[in-house]
Nanobody, 124 residues
Framework: QVRLMESGGGSVQAGGSLRLACRAS????????MGWFRQPPGKERDAVAC????????YVRAALEGRFTISQDMAENTIYLQMNSLQPEDTAMYYC?????????????????WGQGTQVTVSS
């Protein structure tokens, strides 16, 4: 059982930046993929980005490219989500996730483990 702990959420004004971190309880093996989803108030959870820990290959949802960046530090069992130029529509609970043998990282059912979430609130 992999446990995931998110941190870095908070409140920021539009145009600001935040960096989320997610630390895994164990060093991810070569089949592990880690990522971020978010759930705005009253809406469904949706994919944000993922990263293949063995190849360090990142994927960011097209609509968020240029503002959001995912990265990893596997010496610390941690992934990061750098969010720039935040807008009120980015307000959501952000969840870290991890899974083995994920082939389509933007599909929620591919993932095995979830963190408790960290709230991001962007005011106009």
């Amino acid at each position: 059982q992999v446990r995931l702990m998110e941190s870095g959420g908070g409140s920021v004004q539009a145009g600001g930046s935040l960096r989320l971190a997610c630390r895994a309880s164990e060093n991810p093996d070569s089949s592990m993929v880690m990522g971020w989803f978010r759930q705005p108030p009253g809406k469904e959870r949706d994919a944000v980005a993922c990263i293949y820990t063995d190849s360090n290959k990142p994927y960011v949802r097209a609509a968020l490219e240029g503002r959001f960046t995912i990265s990893q530090d596997m010496a610390e069992n941690t992934i990061y989500l750098q969010m720039n130029s935040l807008q009120p529509e980015d307000t959501a609970m952000y969840y870290c996730t991890a899974g083995r043998d994920v082939t389509a990282c933007f599909l929620e059912y591919e993932w095995n483990y979830w963190g408790q979430g960290t709230q991001v609130t962007v005011s106009s």
